[in-house]
C-alpha cells in the first residue's frame, strides 16, 4: 500500500452548548461546569492512502461535515492527531472565502496563497481557471458584481485547477445550469482517474458505489463500519431498516 | 503532475492537533503572506468608503470636525482654554496655544480608538474567513490595522503641514518613526486578545464599545496628563494612551527625546510586554475554538 495522505488518530470533538449568553461570557473567563456538550467525533481513526475513492455516508449530524471541516483545515479536534500531506481542495462552500472587493483574478492568487502556492505556479494555472469558469472580461472586476453562478463557478475552477492531492466533494453540491454542471461532473472524473484521493459524501448509496470503492459509515461521531463500499451501504441500510421496523 | 511540487515554497504537510498552538504560531501565520496582507488592506480600504461621492475624504471630514467640535467647545465656548501650560519638569512650564496642544494628541487618538473599538470587531466582521475556509486567522487583524493605519499617517501628514507652520520643523519629528510603528503593534497586539474574545461573546464587544468615550476624557488628550500631582501623576503614566499623546507630542511639539522620561517610558514597555504576552496566550487559547462559536 502506498503511504497515507490523510491519517486521523483518535480524533474527538466535542462541541459545548452554552446555555445563553451569560454562560458564553462566563466561558471566557471560567471553565464551564458540567456544560452541555454534543460529541460530534468520537474515536475516529482511519488512514486514506493516496490515490483511494472513499466514501463518507451517515445521515444527518452523524458528524460528516465536522470530519470534512477537519480535513480542509477549518475545525480543529479537542484530541487526538490529523495528519493531511498535500494540498485540499474543497467541493463544499464554493462561495465562501472569497474577498469581495478584490476581482476574480486577486481572488485567484488570494487562495493560491492561502494553500501555500507559489506566484510562478499560480500564473501557470492562471488561465486555465478563468478559461473553464467562463468568466471573460468579468474576470477584472470584483467579485461582488458576479452572479451568485459566477462565483460558484470561480470557486470550483480553483479548486479543481490548482491539482489537489486530496478532492473533497459533498454530493449536494450544485454549480449552475445543466451544461456547466455536466462539465463539472466531467472534470471530477478526470481527477479522481487522474489518481487523485478523492473524499466523496453522500446520502445516496448509488452514487458512491459509482465513484468510490471504499467506504466508511458514521453514526453518531462514532466509525460504524469502514470497509469496501459494499459491505458499508449494507450496514447503513440494515441500520435504517432496523430503525423503521421499530417505528 | 506531480512536477509541480518544487515551487512549494512552505511545506505542505498540515499537523492538526489537540494541545495548544505554539508561541510562534502568529508569525508563522504571516509567513509567505506578505503581499497579501497589503492587498487586502487597500481592499478594506475600497469596503470602507466605496459608494460615497467624496470617498476616502470621509476619513479626514470626520476627525476635522471633531477637532473642530472641541476647539470650539474648550476655547470658544469654555474662554478660560486658550493657553496651555505644560509641565515638563523644567522651572518654567512650557506654554502652548490649545489648539496646537490638542490636535498634535487627538492625531494618535483617533487611530487608538478605531483600532481599539475596530480590532475588537473584526473577526466577528470577517467570519467568512474563519468558518468556512481555511485562512491564517492572525493575519486578518493585521490587514484591518495597516488599512487603518494608512488613514492615520493621511492624519499625520496634514497634522505635520500644520505643525510645520505652527511650529516649525525639528529633527525630533523623526521620532514619529519610533512612535506610529510602536502604537500599530501595541494595538495589534492588543487586539490578539480582544477580537477573538469578542468573538466569542458579543457581550465583550459592547463592553469594550461602551467605554471607549469614557477613556477619551480619562486620557491627556484635552488636558495635559503631567500637570496631577502624586500619587495621581503616576497613575496617569499607567495609561498607555498617554503615552502616545505625549509621545506625538514629543516628536511635534516638546522636542524632547522619548527616553527622557524614564519613568513613563520603562512603564510603558512593561505593559506593552504585558500585552503582547496576553495576546499571544488569549489567541492560541481561543484560536481553535473560533470556527465552533462564529
Known amino acids: ?247 | 503532475m506531480r512536477s509541480v511540487g518544487c515551487l512549494f515554497s512552505r511545506p505542505i504537510t498540515v499537523l492538526l492537533q489537540g494541545g495548544c498552538f505554539l508561541i510562534t504560531d502568529i508569525f508563522k501565520e504571516h509567513k509567505g503572506f506578505g503581499k497579501q496582507i497589503f492587498l487586502l488592506a487597500k481592499n478594506e480600504l475600497i469596503k470602507t468608503y466605496k459608494g460615497a461621492v467624496i470617498g476616502p475624504g470621509w476619513a479626514v471630514v470626520k476627525p476635522a470636525f471633531t477637532v473642530f467640535v472641541y476647539w470650539f467647545a474648550f476655547s470658544v465656548g469654555i474662554k478660560t482654554m486658550k493657553m496651555m501650560k505644560v509641565n515638563l519638569g523644567s522651572h518654567d512650564p512650557f506654554s502652548v496655544d490649545f489648539f496646537t496642544f490638542m490636535f498634535i494628541g487627538i492625531i494618535p487618538w483617533f487611530f487608538i480608538q478605531d483600532s481599539i473599538v475596530q480590532g475588537a470587531k473584526t473577526l466577528r466582521n470577517n467570519r467568512q474567513f474563519i468558518t468556512k475556509v481555511k485562512f491564517p486567522v492572525s493575519t486578518i487583524l493585521t490587514y484591518t490595522g495597516i488599512s487603518r493605519l494608512y488613514v492615520h499617517i493621511m492624519l499625520v501628514v496634514i497634522m505635520y503641514i500644520y505643525v510645520f507652520f505652527a511650529v516649525g520643523p525639528s529633527w525630533y519629528n523623526l521620532q514619529f518613526f519610533f512612535y506610529c510603528p510602536l502604537m500599530f503593534v501595541f494595538f495589534l497586539a492588543l487586539s490578539w486578545s480582544t477580537a477573538p474574545m469578542s468573538a466569542f461573546s458579543k457581550d465583550f464587544e459592547s463592553l469594550i464599545v461602551s467605554v471607549m468615550s469614557g477613556i477619551f476624557w480619562l486620557s491627556g488628550i484635552m488636558y495635559d496628563s503631567y500637570s496631577f500631582d502624586q500619587p495621581l501623576k503616576f497613575i496617569m503614566l499607567l495609561n498607555p494612551i498617554n503615552f502616545f499623546a505625549n509621545g506625538y507630542r514629543n516628536c511635534f511639539l516638546y522636542h524632547r527625546p522619548f527616553f527622557l522620561y524614564k519613568t513613563e517610558f520603562c512603564i510603558f514597555m512593561a505593559e506593552f510586554a504585558v500585552v503582547f504576552a496576553l495576546g499571544i496566550f488569549n489567541y492560541n487559547r481561543l484560536r481553535k475554538k473560533l470556527p465552533d462559536v462564529l
Open chain 1, 1 to 247: 500500500m502506498s503511504e497515507a495522505i490523510i491519517t486521523f488518530k483518535n480524533v474527538s470533538k466535542t462541541y459545548i452548548l452554552y446555555k445563553n449568553d451569560q454562560a458564553r461570557f462566563k466561558a471566557l473567563f471560567f471553565k464551564p461546569r458540567n456544560p452541555k456538550t454534543n460529541k460530534a467525533l468520537n474515536d475516529v481513526s482511519f488512514d486514506i492512502y493516496r490515490g483511494e475513492s472513499v466514501g463518507i455516508v451517515g445521515d444527518n449530524g452523524a458528524g460528516k461535515s465536522t470530519l470534512l471541516k477537519m480535513i480542509t483545515g477549518v475545525a480543529f479536534p479537542d484530541t487526538g492527531e490529523i495528519i493531511v500531506n498535500g494540498k485540499v481542495a474543497a467541493l463544499l462552500e464554493l462561495t465562501a472565502g472569497f474577498s469581495m472587493e478584490m476581482t476574480g483574478r486577486e481572488n485567484i492568487y488570494l487562495k493560491g496563497y492561502i494553500l501555500g502556492l507559489e506566484d510562478e505556479y499560480i500564473k501557470q494555472i492562471e488561465e486555465k481557471i478563468i478559461d473553464f469558469a467562463e468568466l471573460g472580461d468579468y474576470i477584472d472586476q470584483p467579485v461582488r458584481t458576479y452572479s451568485s453562478g459566477m462565483k460558484m463557478r470561480l470557486g470550483f475552477a480553483i479548486n479543481v485547477n490548482i491539482e489537489p492531492d486530496v478532492l473533497v466533494v459533498d454530493e449536494a453540491l450544485s454549480v449552475g445550469d445543466a451544461s456547466f454542471k455536466r462539465k463539472c461532473k466531467d472534470k471530477i472524473k478526470d481527477i479522481i482517474s487522474a489518481g487523485t484521493t478523492v473524499l466523496y459524501v453522500s446520502h445516496n448509496a448509488e452514487s458512491v458505489r459509482e465513484i468510490c470503492p471504499r467506504s466508511i459509515y458514521l453514526r453518531k461521531g462514532t466509525v460504524i463500519h469502514d470497509g469496501p463500499t459494499d459491505e458499508t451501504l449494507k450496514v447503513y441500510q440494515d441500520y435504517k431498516a432496523s430503525l423503521k421496523k421499530k417505528k
